[in-house]
Nanobody
Framework: QVQLVESGGGLVQAGDSLRLSCAAS????????MGWFRQAPGKEREFVAA????????YYRDSVKGRYTISRDNAKNTMYLQMNSLKPEDAAVYYC?????????????????????WGQGTQVTVSS
């Protein structure tokens, strides 16, 4: 079993930055990829960013490209999401997820079904 714990959320003003962390523990072995998703009230969970554990290829939703950076520290089994120039529409609960599925097409990691384990989420609130 794998446990994922997010941290780093909070209340910020528009234009500010936050850095989220996701620490994996348990039977982590070698994940195929990890990702960040977010869910705002009344909306479906949506893909934010993903990173292949081996190789480090990254994928982003269009609305965060250039503002968010996903990274990982393999030795610490930890993934990060640096969020800059935050906007009110970025406010949501952010979830990290881990996939043990090895896809050739990176685009498949944009789907929630690609992931086997999920964290509990961390709240990001952005005031205008």
């Amino acid at each position: 079993q794998v446990q994922l714990v997010e941290s780093g959320g909070g209340l910020v003003q528009a234009g500010d930055s936050l850095r989220l962390s996701c620490a994996a523990s348990g039977r982590t072995a070698s994940p195929s990829a990890m990702g960040w998703f977010r869910q705002a009230p009344g909306k479906e969970r949506e893909f934010v960013a993903a990173i292949r554990w081996s190789g480090g290829n990254t994928y982003y939703r269009d609305s965060v490209k250039g503002r968010y950076t996903i990274s990982r520290d393999n030795a610490k089994n930890t993934m990060y999401l640096q969020m800059n120039s935050l906007k009110p529409e970025d406010a949501a609960v952010y979830y990290c997820a881990l996939s043990e599925k090895g896809y050739n097409a990176g685009s498949l990691y944009r789907r929630t079904v690609a992931y086997d384990y999920w964290g509990q989420g961390t709240q990001v609130t952005v005031s205008s």
